[in-house]
């Protein structure tokens, strides 16, 4: 069974760095990754994906230049290093895994993710 486990969340101040990880199980192959979060009150938005050759990448506009996506394939291992923090970047995150491929207009709509993780909450202040 696929088991997906976020990590890495925390409260912290405007300006500073976050690494959200998220370890994979259960499965041979690799996937199609991506990074989902949802506010209160908001649906859940895509934020980033990385195919499982680790190309291409995609990123949300509000995250471009300060967020990136990677992955550790000995690890089983995805991350989202996520620079310059904003309020608004305030939200529960998510990691996702589907097993195939995707059209580019897929890639960051959760409805195309078949296994979900947890969640790892992110706060930040101002």
């Known amino acids: 069974q696929v088991q997906l486990v976020e990590s890495g969340g925390g409260s912290v101040e405007a300006g500073v760095s976050l690494r959200l990880s998220c370890v994979v199980s259960g499965y041979s192959r690799s996937g199609t990754m991506g990074w989902f979060r949802q506010a209160p009150g908001k649906e859940r938005e895509g934020v980033a994906v990385?195919?499982?050759?680790?190309?291409?990448?995609d990123y949300a506009d509000s995250v471009k230049g300060r967020f990136t996506i990677s992955q550790d394939k000995a690890k089983n291992t995805v991350y989202l290093q996520m620079n310059s923090l904003k309020p608004e970047d305030t939200a529960m995150y998510y990691c996702?895994?589907?097993?195939?491929?995707?059209?580019?207009?897929?890639?960051?709509?959760?409805?195309?993710?078949?296994?979900w993780g947890q969640g790892t909450q992110v706060t930040v202040s101002s």
């Open positions: 990385i195919y499982p050759g680790g190309t291409p990448t």
């Open positions: 996702a895994a589907v097993f195939g491929a995707l059209f580019p207009s897929q890639r960051l709509d959760a409805r195309s993710y078949n296994y």
